[in-house]
């Protein structure tokens, strides 16, 4: 079995910051892509950032030189460091990571639970 954990979501005024940790745990072979997602009141779930196991990243337009994504795959772990952060990045921010889990050698999409991460103006 496999649990992505996330942590760091806060309430944090315009303009401060926020660092979001994602911890993955359980029979893990190997982590591929991993990434960011988030959700708004009343809107879809929309990507953030994104990473891949050779490290290259992505992100949307609305973080674009305002969050950095990070992994550490000694630890099953990824990060998401927010700067500058503004009202609209209020949501549910999820861990999601495409990994080879040891007993069936597969690979599987699993997601975290959330975070909540309030920007007040």
């Known amino acids: 079995q496999v649990h992505l954990v996330e942590s760091g979501g806060d309430l944090v005024q315009a303009g401060g910051s926020l660092k979001l940790s994602c911890a993955a745990s359980g029979s893990i072979f190997s982590i591929n892509g991993m990434g960011w997602y988030r959700q708004a009141p009343g809107k879809q779930r929309e990507l953030v950032a994104v990473?891949?196991?050779?490290?290259?990243?992505n992100y949307a337009d609305s973080v674009k030189g305002r969050f950095t994504i990070s992994r550490d795959d000694a630890k099953n772990t990824m990060t998401l460091q927010m700067n500058s952060l503004k009202p609209e990045d209020t949501a549910v921010y999820y861990c999601?990571?495409?990994?080879?889990?040891?007993?069936?050698?597969?690979?599987?999409?699993?997601w975290g639970q959330g975070t909540q991460v309030t920007v007040s103006s």
């Open positions: 990473i891949t196991s050779g490290g290259s990243t």
């Open positions: 999601n990571a495409d990994l080879v889990v040891t007993d069936t050698g597969y690979e599987y999409d699993y």
